[in-house]
């Protein structure tokens, strides 16, 4: 009976196990064929855009079986059109096909576009023209998103919610409401399936492009390939609108704290009304910085924004946080001359590390020593290759001396970043994502300065605060920490060492104590290498016994050879006998 009984529980598992397995290849197929239907509509629409050639030639066509690709009506990319060279027709090409694929596509653009270190200037001025996708959604999506999110109905929460979105971007739009103890907010909601649209357009995108790389030398000098999951992490932490909560209230908290913060508002964050896909905040009632002229600048107003980027670039050196997308859409002219900053979805963080980096950066720009902004910028960036540093200094001296010793009314800082991007991109040096924020941030700060004619000479302010927090970074409390975290991983490395090397003559053992070296056919040259490097492997085990001596003396007061202890006496030995072994191994040199 218990047999019988068993059975049929065993029975019953395997075909949940089965009913399981059904509904998750059920699921897969599902997620595949709704996969191959995006991907016949995204390489469509490319090969009607001009890409079927390069499309054609990738065999990607023979991944979906009976698609056939369509022919283009548009001349070949290799040709000029409409008086565009072959990086704009490229640019204006993707950036119709973007806007034809929709809000996933439009966004990838749009980074792209922001990435003026990896492209070429010609095809970015092109996919710069992409603007959000705004065609209305009916309103009862987004309510869907919002009481899904929060998990209370909009009317139990609000009096009044306009439906008509305030601004509509790829990924949410923006609306005005009123709660019912009166407050004015913004609710900021995410588009319904935006994420796994995103998601999906993204890895077709990557799939496509790197084919279209394995057999196209001009789409692989492009580079998208090489910062397309940079672009995807990036725009999933904005889609994450809790982590644009904490950005917001970090920057509120960290600005709040500098002198003179007063002139900046940042808005008040309602927590209780916040999610994943909504973000609720304090209404700013204002003009934006982008629909300002020049007719609207008064002293106040001049005033309050030098000393905001004061206070930013503080915050920066100080602490390591900036705003990402400082542009004059994010900058709001409030009542009294005060500042409105919004839109906290990029924010940026520099390491301590860095922070001195970049004072080390901004000092040898000041006092013109490219060797050694060279050695700087090969510290944090990204390179294939080693580079020849004198030419690159060289080329830097060549590309940025006609912007020093200007002043700051005559220097266009987007040229000088564009300038210095450029020369390390020649090299085939790229800075890592924070690191182009830096200078694009800089930048924008710049643009918006000038949009309403006032001069912010952020450089100059960056170096006159530069000496301040390097004696910060340097103080006597910073090396004392420093000395301490030293210490710290200095005595790990020491509570380890006997362990390790007990590792290591365990390994030893099983060799029989002996090295080898296995080689076939190698040239006398090779072989000299291989004894070179046995050589060196023994003096560094020969060092290893000696220190271990050391080590166990501890804190002993010898006097005498026979007050050392044995263990101290027997690492010694082996140490010489080791060493004296390495002699015989030497390298001779030939005559």
């Not at 749009?110 to 992409?130: G, P, T, V, W, Y």
Request: aromatic share 10%; hydrophobic share 40%.
């Amino acid at each position: 009976m218990r047999i019988i009984l068993a059975d049929k529980i065993n029975l019953i598992y395997k075909g949940k196990l089965f009913i399981m397995d059904v509904i998750k290849t059920t699921k897969g197929i599902g997620n595949t064929i709704r996969n191959v239907t995006r991907l016949k509509e995204v390489i469509s629409v490319l090969s009607k855009n001009g890409f079927d050639e390069f499309l054609g030639r990738s065999n990607i066509a023979t991944k979906i079986p009976g698609f056939v690709i369509p022919k283009s009506k548009l001349s070949s990319l290799k040709e000029e059109s409409e008086g565009k060279n072959f990086w704009e027709s490229v640019g204006h090409r993707l950036k119709i096909s973007f806007e034809t694929l929709g809000p996933g596509f439009i966004k990838l653009g749009q980074l792209i576009a922001s990435r003026e270190d990896f492209f070429d200037q010609d095809f970015l001025k092109e996919l710069k023209k992409l603007q959000d996708d705004v065609k209305p959604l009916d309103f009862s999506e987004y309510r869907t998103v919002f009481e899904n999110d929060i998990g209370k109905k909009i009317e139990e929460i609000f009096s009044k919610f306009e439906e008509a979105p305030l601004a509509t971007a790829s990924i949410g739009s923006v609306f005005r409401a009123v709660t019912h103890d009166g407050k004015a907010v913004v609710v900021k909601i995410q588009k319904p399936n935006i994420k796994k649209i995103i998601d999906t357009d993204f890895n077709l995108f990557k799939f496509v492009i790197t084919s279209l790389e394995s057999i196209s030398d001009e789409f692989k000098y492009l580079g998208i390939s090489r910062v397309i999951d940079d672009f995807h992490s990036s725009v999933f932490l904005e889609l994450n609108y809790l982590l644009e909560k904490k950005n917001l209230l970090v920057m509120k908290d960290l600005i709040s704290s500098k002198e003179n913060s007063e002139i900046i508002k940042i808005p008040d964050v309602y927590s209780e009304l916040c999610g994943n896909k909504v973000l609720a905040m304090e209404e700013l009632s204002g003009i934006p910085f982008n629909k300002l002229t020049s007719k609207d600048l008064t002293n106040g107003l001049s005033d309050n924004l030098i000393t905001s980027t004061k206070l930013f670039i503080k915050t920066l050196l100080e602490d390591g946080y900036f705003h990402a997308d400082l542009h004059g859409g994010n900058f709001f002219l409030l009542k009294e001359d005060k500042l409105g900053i919004l839109d906290f979805g990029s924010i940026g963080h520099l390491s301590k590390k860095n922070r001195s980096h970049l004072i080390a950066i901004l000092y040898s720009l000041s006092t013109n020593n490219f060797e050694n902004l060279v050695y700087e910028f090969l510290c944090i960036a990204d390179y294939d290759q080693l580079p020849d540093e004198r030419d690159l200094a060289r080329q830097l001296k060549f590309s940025l001396t006609p912007y020093l010793g200007l002043s700051s009314k005559e220097i266009d800082v987007s040229e000088l970043t564009n300038s210095l991007v450029s020369t390390l991109k020649n090299f085939k040096i790229y800075l890592p994502k924070e690191w182009y924020l830096i200078f694009k941030s800089i930048t924008s700060l710049d643009g918006v300065g000038r949009s309403i004619g006032v001069d912010l000479d952020v450089f100059n302010l960056l170096e006159s605060d530069t000496s301040e927090v390097a004696q910060m970074l340097i103080s006597k409390d910073q090396l004392i920490e420093d000395g301490l975290w030293f210490s710290r991983d200095l005595l790990n490395s020491i509570r380890i060492l006997p362990r390790h090397f007990s590792w290591y003559l365990s390994k030893l053992s099983k060799d029989n104590y002996a090295f080898r070296v296995k080689s076939s056919g190698l040239e006398d040259s090779l072989s000299a290498v291989a004894n070179s490097l046995l050589f060196l492997s023994l003096i560094v085990l020969a060092s290893v016994f000696f220190i271990g001596g050391i080590i166990t003396l501890d804190d002993l007061h010898i006097e005498e050879f026979s007050e050392i202890p044995l263990l101290t006496k027997v690492f010694w030995l082996f140490s010489l006998i080791i060493f004296s072994f390495s002699i015989t191994k030497m390298p001779k040199r030939k005559k």
